[in-house]
């Protein structure tokens, strides 16, 4: 287990900005990809986007492509996804994620450690 905890979440207008931030301590932060997922009060949790080992590869769900940004800094030991363009469907509890592997997978089966999450409304 790798502890992780955000921060970040907030009450944002349709069109706002918001900066999720996760801290990992622990297991070897730089030896495996991470992760943001969200759910939805009533739905599944769902992949967002997800960076490899190095921060040279990331995938993002269709539905967030163009409008949020996964980046990780290895020397501080932080994950970070800069959301912008929000919209009211985007309102959630984002979590943070720590992979099995050094690949930027998109399955919630492929990560083993979470956050307790962040609330993040966005308003219409």
């Known amino acids: 287990q790798v502890p992780l905890v955000e921060s970040g979440g907030g009450l944002v207008q349709a069109g706002g900005s918001l900066r999720l931030s996760c801290a990992a301590s622990g297991r070897t932060f730089t030896n495996y990809a991470m992760g943001w997922f969200r759910q939805a009060p009533g739905k599944e949790r769902e992949f967002v986007a997800s960076?490899?080992?190095?921060?040279?590869?990331?995938s993002y769900a269709a539905s967030v492509l163009g409008r949020f940004t996964i980046s990780r800094d290895n020397a501080k030991n932080m994950l970070y996804l800069q959301m912008n363009s929000l919209k009211p469907d985007d309102t959630a509890v984002y979590y943070c994620a720590s992979a099995r592997s050094t690949v930027a997978n998109t399955r919630v089966a492929d990560f083993g450690s979470w956050g307790q999450g962040t609330q993040v409304t966005v308003s219409s």
């Open positions: 960076i490899s080992w190095s921060g040279t590869t990331s």
